[in-house]
T-cell receptor, first 115, second 113 residues
Framework: EAQVTQNPRYLITVTGKKLTVTCSQN?????MSWYRQDPGLGLRQIYY???????DKGDVPEGYKVSRKEKRNFPLILESPSPNQTSLYFC??????????????FGPGTRLLVL | QKEVEQDPGPLSVPEGAIVSLNCTYS??????FMWYRQYSRKGPELLMY????GNKEDGRFTAQVDKSSKYISLFIRDSQPSDSATYLC?????????????FGKGTHLIIQP
């Protein structure tokens, strides 16, 4: 089954304690992205990656890091989480879009609470 | 600038009604337009995908794009209670959302049985 998986699905942590949210896709997609979703603000892009070792900032990258060492994985790293990073996080992936017909598939989400 | 405006609702309509959902945007570079449906506590799932201006129909759903007006719409015919969800418009400059998708804030739709 084609899917995007995220772990953990729920996480409660404390300010300053480094954490990583993993994202993996089994569709051999080139493109992967991270979004956060907040009430009243909608979905906002944090980082995206167009291929292995190629990453770029989205609209709200501050406080986050990513890496793309393998095609299937795109972890989101919070080096020193703060309460304003409490949010619902989604990972997404899409295929090479030469034909422009592909779009992004979303994972199930990770709900993060930073105390 | 990548602003997308979408009325957050909630929009409440009786079962069987035709629903019209809309988004406006400011960046004329957007070429790819999508509608996602998101149920509570779930990830967004793709409903419709269109390139440039025009109409696209899929079952009870019709997507319209008017690039000259920077306006996109999603119509739902014969609405069902199971259509109750948040509908997100999204758009990108590059295909596949290679530059990332820019989303509207979503419209919360309620279909009353």
């Amino acid at each position: 089954e084609a899917q995007v998986t995220q772990n953990p699905r729920y996480l409660i942590t404390v300010t300053g304690k480094k954490l990583t949210v993993t994202c993996s896709q089994n569709m051999n997609h080139e493109y992967m992205s991270w979004y956060r979703q907040d009430p009243g603000l909608g979905l906002r892009q944090i980082y995206y990656s167009m291929n292995v070792e190629v990453t770029d900032k989205g609209d709200v990258p501050e406080g986050y890091k990513v890496s793309r060492k393998e095609k299937r994985n795109f972890p989101l790293i919070l080096e020193s989480p703060s309460p304003n990073q409490t949010s619902l996080y989604f990972c997404a992936s899409s295929a090479n879009s030469a034909g422009g017909q592909e779009t992004q598939y979303f994972g199930p989400g990770t709900r993060l609470l930073v105390l | 600038q990548k602003e997308v405006e979408q009325d957050p609702g909630p929009l409440s309509v009786p079962e069987g009604a035709i629903v019209s959902l809309n988004c406006t945007y400011s960046n004329s570079a957007f070429q790819y337009f999508m509608w996602y449906r998101q149920y509570s506590r779930k990830g967004p799932e793709l409903l419709m995908y269109t390139y440039s201006s025009g109409n696209k129909e899929d079952g009870r759903f019709t997507a319209q794009v008017d690039k000259s007006s920077k306006y996109i719409s999603l119509f739902i015919r014969d609405s069902q209670p199971s259509d109750s969800a948040t509908y997100l418009c999204a758009m990108s400059i590059l295909g596949g959302g290679a530059d990332g998708l820019t989303f509207g804030k979503g419209t919360h739709l309620i279909i009353q049985p």
